[in-house]
């Protein structure tokens, strides 16, 4: 009776081309520090860490060897978008925590310092929620135009792209990316950034 023949060794599943080619960019720029062997020795990006989250894309069909201009869209646009002021990122960072405490109301437990407070007996909203409410709702309210404001917080509050806000309303990209600045601009004065610039 023939000898049965050795079981093929397992098959590594194809990468997904998306991944494939954010590998082979950041190996072909040498940013491999966001990459990771697998189980079939393939490098791979890795998996849960912001520096895999970022899209590198290149210009010129995509191959950085034959000239092409490498990109890097990062999860955070504020911190992507690398024509705004130290100040206008500050001012979009500012904003963007407020409306993160003001949301959180139900999402973590408060300490038992904030519960006891007289009036609210073994709850509530915490102060510290509803001052971040009233220091959103303030600064949305400086943003002044709904066209501003919309792009404002789609940006800094839901992390959206510039480019996704621009295809979202069939804008340019350099629209919106004014718009967005003149927002900040508007949050810097809000905040008092402009003055303490002045006055520095």
């Known amino acids: 009776?023939?000898?049965?023949?050795?079981?093929?060794?397992?098959?590594?599943?194809?990468?997904?081309?998306?991944?494939?080619?954010?590998?082979?960019?950041?190996?072909?720029?040498?940013?491999?520090?966001?990459?990771s062997d697998d189980a079939f020795g393939r490098k791979r990006l890795a998996a849960g860490t912001a520096e895999a989250r970022r899209v590198y894309e290149v210009s010129n069909d995509?191959?950085?060897?034959?000239?092409g201009i490498v990109r890097v869209r990062t999860v955070d646009p504020l911190i992507g978008i690398t024509s705004l002021s130290r100040q206008q990122r500050e001012a979009g960072q500012r904003y963007r925590e407020d409306f993160q405490c003001s949301q959180q109301a139900g999402v973590k437990p408060m300490r038992w310092s904030e519960r006891v407070d007289g009036g609210r007996?073994?709850?509530?909203?915490?102060?510290?929620?509803?001052?971040?409410?009233?220091?959103?709702?303030?600064?949305?309210?400086?943003?002044?135009?709904?066209e501003v404001a919309a792009v404002v917080q789609k940006v800094c509050c839901a992390g959206e792209s510039v480019k996704g806000v621009a295809e979202q309303t069939g804008e340019g990209r350099d629209v919106m990316t004014k718009l967005l600045k003149v927002g900040l601009d508007?949050?810097?004065?809000?905040y008092g950034m402009m003055m303490e610039r002045r006055a520095g």
């Not at 590594?12 to 520090?33: C, S, T």
């Not at 995509?62 to 000239?67: L, V």
Request: positive net charge; without cysteine; proline residues 6%.
């Open 186 to 190: 508007l949050l810097a004065v809000h």
């Open 62 to 67: 995509g191959h950085t060897s034959t000239g």
């Open 121 to 146: 007996k073994g709850g509530g909203i915490a102060d510290s929620v509803l001052d971040a409410g009233r220091a959103h709702a303030a600064a949305t309210r400086a943003l002044g135009h709904w």
């Open 1 to 35: 009776m023939p000898k049965k023949a050795k079981a093929a060794k397992p098959q590594a599943p194809k990468l997904p081309k998306g991944e494939a080619e954010q590998v082979r960019i950041r190996r072909e720029i040498g940013h491999d520090f966001a990459l």
